[in-house]
């Protein structure tokens, strides 16, 4: 019995979604970004790709986009469609009823256990199937003995690949890929790997370990494991924060107007956490806790899903005025809730 993990990963999702809704845009060059093109100060979050061909990528601004292709689409980001989708998509990968862990918006880990690599490949095509014919979408799947190595295998079958990393060919695939394209291995560790003379998996023999740590961290045991062919890493149930919150002890009150204000102060906070890390929300709360303790909680649920700041910062003021005003309150909160992912063109572990 082979123990595996098989890894799912939409082919550009967001872009994907687009030509979904719209057709037309299927076979020309097309990006999503989170402002609409007139707004240059606008980022990628995705391409197809074709507009791929002309160096269009994630990250990059719109203005640099258009640079590189100048007959480029650019979509605003309808993130109701991509939950929506995303919901679908998990939906049928959770239907196998594998142990199943949701990485972010479009992509996915599964625990399988199957008599050969046949039987893997098979599950894997019958799962890219279903997604496509329930969809519309196409997927990419590695195959590995761990996360770690099919997350990469499947980065490389894509676009709407296959690719099987046998337990006797890990060492082979793996030691010689960038370190860069390790799941794990930060912006900052990268740098400081490369300074030390490190580019590649295999080279991380020649720092010493107390370094190695130093750098990594507890990371640093499993990149050495990963050095020579081994990868315990396994999918792990789903347990993702449903909701994210900021409160703060006041001067007692009970004006909306003084509430108002601390809530500016925490939405600030929550807004700047969610966006560094591409959360979106489809709920806001406060909660108001009085000076005797007794606690008044007001949560209004959004339509679809949402990434901006100002939805959060109008339906506070919203519920605020909501609640109870008797006595004086002495700490409050705001949070978002039904949280999720949305790095599903950045890819995260």
């Not at 299927?26 to 990006?31: F, I, R, T, V």
């Not at 990059?60 to 689409?73: G, P, R, T």
């Not at 890493?233 to 924060?241: G, Q, V």
Request: charged share 30%; glycine share 6%.
């Amino acid at each position: 019995m082979l123990s595996l993990v098989l890894y799912i990963d939409m082919d550009y999702f967001f872009a994907a979604c687009e030509e979904l809704k719209n057709p037309s845009i299927k076979d020309k060059p097309n990006a999503v970004s989170n402002y609409d093109k007139e707004d240059r100060r606008g980022v990628i979050l995705t391409a197809n790709y074709i507009a791929r061909r002309y160096g269009v990528k994630s990250g990059i601004s719109v203005s640099k986009a258009l640079e590189l292709c100048k007959d480029l689409i650019v979509v605003k980001a309808d993130y109701d469609l991509y939950g929506s989708i995303s919901s679908k998509i998990f939906d049928i990968i959770r239907s196998y009823g594998y142990t199943t862990e949701i990485l972010s918006i479009d992509e996915a880990a599964l625990n399988i256990n199957v008599n050969s690599y046949e039987d893997a490949y098979s599950i894997a095509k019958d799962i890219k199937d279903r997604i496509f014919n329930e969809t519309g979408l196409t997927a990419s799947v590695g195959i590995a003995i761990g996360k770690i190595i099919a997350k990469i295998a499947c980065d490389e079958a894509k676009p709407n690949g296959i690719l099987i990393v046998k337990q006797e060919d890990s060492y082979s695939f793996i030691k010689d890929k960038s370190i860069e394209k390790i799941p794990g291995v930060g912006r900052r560790s990268l740098e400081e790997l490369r300074k030390l003379g490190v580019e590649r998996l295999s080279e991380i023999n020649k720092i010493g370990y107390i370094k190695l740590k130093s750098i990594l961290g507890s990371y640093a045991d499993t990149l050495i494991a990963l050095s020579k062919g081994i990868d315990y890493s396994k999918a792990e149930p789903s347990s993702e924060a449903r909701s994210i919150s900021r409160e703060k002890v006041i001067e007692p009150t009970d004006r909306d107007e003084a509430l108002e204000k601390v809530a500016e102060e925490l939405i600030d906070e929550l807004y700047d956490y969610i966006s560094k890390s591409s959360i979106a929300y489809a709920g806001v709360g406060v909660k108001a806790v009085y000076q005797d303790f007794s606690q008044s909680v007001k949560s209004s649920k959004l339509n679809g899903l949402h990434e901006d700041k100002e939805t959060i910062v109008e339906t506070s003021k919203r519920l605020i005025r909501q609640l109870p005003k008797d006595k004086p309150i002495r700490k409050f909160g705001v949070r978002v809730y039904d949280i999720r992912s949305m790095k599903g063109q950045r890819k995260l572990f």
